[in-house]
C-alpha cells in the first residue's frame, strides 16, 4: 500500500492568502525550516497504478501538478486520470471544495457519509459532477468497505471508517456565536482506516478530531501508523495569535499539547509511526527551530509536510 501526504495544511492552507501572522510572513520570506503547504488531502494506491483520494482539497489542482503519479500517463487517453475514487471525512469547504475542480466529465466514485451526501446534494453547485459520471456512494458509519471506480471495478484500497468526536462544516453553523456548540458524533466527521486486500499493514487517516474518547484509543491500538489531526498547538492559539475568537475545541480539533491534547491521550497507546496532518497556519510546529517543535518530536511525532510517501 502506497500512501502521498499530498497537502498536510488545514483550511486556507500555509501561508493562507489573507494571513500576515508571523509564521505566514516566515513562508513568503523563505525562511530557513519554514516551508509552504496545501490544505489537507492525500492519496493512496495498491498497485502504485490507480489512486484513491482521502478527501479533496481547494487546492486540488495544484497538488495534481506537484504529484506525477496523479497526473494523466503520457500512453493514457488524452483524456484521462489515475484518480479512481474520492473518499470524505466531513463536509470542511478545505475537503470537499476541489471536487469542483474535478468536473471535466471524468469517471470516477466519491464515498461519503449519508450527513455529507446530503450536504452535496443540497448545493446544486455540485450537479457539475454528474452522476451518471461521477456516481455517489454512501459510507456506512461503522465498517470495512472495499472502494470502487466508477464503473464497479475495485481498486484494491479498502477502508474501515467510524465516526469520531467532531463538529458539523462551519457554514452549515446557525449561529455567528463564538461559544456556541456545534459538536457532533454521529458521523458529520469520520476517521478512516486504510488498507489493501490481503495487506497486513494499515495507516488510520483522522484529520479532524475534537478529542480522543476510550473507543478512539482502543481502535488505534497497535495500529502501523496514524494520520491524525494536528491543527493546533494549544486550545486557545488562534485567540492568543489575535487571529480568530475560536478555541480548537469550539471548532473540532484537539490540540497538539496539554493534559487534553493528543499527545498526551495517545501517549501509552502502541502506534507504530505518528504523523500530525492538517496543521493550521498559527501552529508553532510549522517552525522547524521552534521549541514546540521538537517538543513534538520528542514525543515520538512527526509534523507531515507535503511530498511525504509512506509504504506499509
Known amino acids: 500500500m502506497h500512501v502521498k501526504i499530498i497537502g498536510s495544511a488545514a483550511g486556507g492552507g500555509f501561508p493562507q492568502w489573507n494571513c500576515n501572522y508571523r509564521l505566514s510572513r516566515a513562508a513568503r520570506a523563505g525562511m530557513s525550516g519554514v516551508h509552504s503547504r496545501t490544505q489537507s488531502c492525500i492519496a493512496a494506491s495498491a498497485d502504485g497504478t490507480g489512486w484513491v483520494l482521502f478527501n479533496a482539497s481547494p487546492d486540488i489542482r495544484q497538488q495534481i501538478a506537484q504529484t506525477p503519479d496523479l497526473r494523466p500517463a503520457a500512453e493514457a487517453p488524452l483524456r484521462s486520470t489515475p484518480i479512481r475514487a474520492v473518499v470524505l471525512t466531513n463536509a ?3 475537503h ?44 456506512a458509519p461503522m465498517g470495512e468497505l472495499a472502494i470502487c471506480d466508477a464503473g464497479g471495478r475495485e481498486t484494491g484500497v479498502v477502508v474501515d471508517v467510524f465516526p469520531v468526536p467532531g463538529k458539523i462544516a462551519l457554514y452549515l453553523e446557525q449561529s455567528g456565536d463564538p461559544s456556541a456548540d456545534f459538536s457532533s458524533e454521529t458521523g458529520d466527521t ?8 490481503g495487506s497486513r499493514g494499515a495507516a488510520f487517516y483522522i484529520p479532524g478530531c475534537a478529542r480522543i474518547d476510550a473507543a478512539l484509543r482502543t481502535r488505534l491500538a497497535d495500529a502501523a501508523c496514524l494520520l491524525f489531526d494536528g491543527t493546533l498547538y494549544t486550545d486557545d492559539e488562534m485567540i492568543a495569535a489575535q487571529v480568530g475568537q475560536k478555541t480548537g475545541a469550539r471548532m473540532g480539533h484537539i490540540a497538539m499539547s496539554g493534559e487534553a491534547g493528543s499527545i498526551a491521550g495517545l501517549a501509552d497507546v502502541k502506534i507504530g509511526r505518528r504523523i500530525f496532518v492538517h496543521i493550521n497556519n498559527t501552529n508553532p510546529v510549522l517552525d522547524e527551530n521552534s521549541a514546540e517543535h521538537a517538543a513534538v518530536k520528542a514525543a515520538g511525532w512527526e509534523v507531515a509536510s507535503d511530498g511525504m510517501e509512506l509504504e506499509f
Open 96 to 139: 470537499i471544495a476541489g471536487l469542483l475542480s474535478l468536473r471535466e466529465r471524468q469517471p470516477f466514485a466519491v464515498y461519503a457519509t449519508a450527513q455529507v451526501l446530503a450536504t452535496l446534494e443540497a448545493n446544486s453547485i455540485f450537479s457539475v459532477l454528474d452522476a451518471a459520471i461521477v456516481p455517489r456512494r454512501l459510507l
Open 190 to 197: 469520520i476517521g478512516v482506516r486504510i488498507t489493501g486486500a
Open 92 to 94: 470542511d469547504i478545505d
